[in-house]
């Protein structure tokens, strides 16, 4: 039977939530965006207190920042990113 790793930090994985700040930034950073888009997200779900539209609480973080980026792709085509 195979050992299953299990690694010893998980943080910034996307479970932790409300996640780190920073771990936020450097999601959007390797996603191509500036700061101030990392920081409307983040603060955006600070503000809704990490809950989603139905009032149940966000399972994984980066899910919900792949369709806020998926979103502003979609609404801005004609930009630019990093």
């Not at 780190?20 to 999601?27: G, I, N, S």
């Not at 990392?38 to 369709?67: C, D, M, P, V």
Request: some cysteine; charged content about 25%; aromatic content about 18%.
């Amino acid at each position: 039977m195979p050992i299953k790793m299990i690694p010893e930090n998980k943080a910034g994985c996307g479970g932790q939530v409300p996640p780190a700040r920073e771990h936020v930034l450097v999601f959007f950073d390797q996603a191509g965006f500036e700061e101030t888009e990392a920081y409307s997200f983040f603060y955006h779900y600070e503000e809704l207190q990490w809950k989603g539209l139905k009032g149940g609480l966000i399972r994984n973080w980066k899910t919900k920042a792949n369709e806020w980026i998926w979103e502003l792709k979609l609404l801005h085509p004609y930009l630019r990113f990093k």
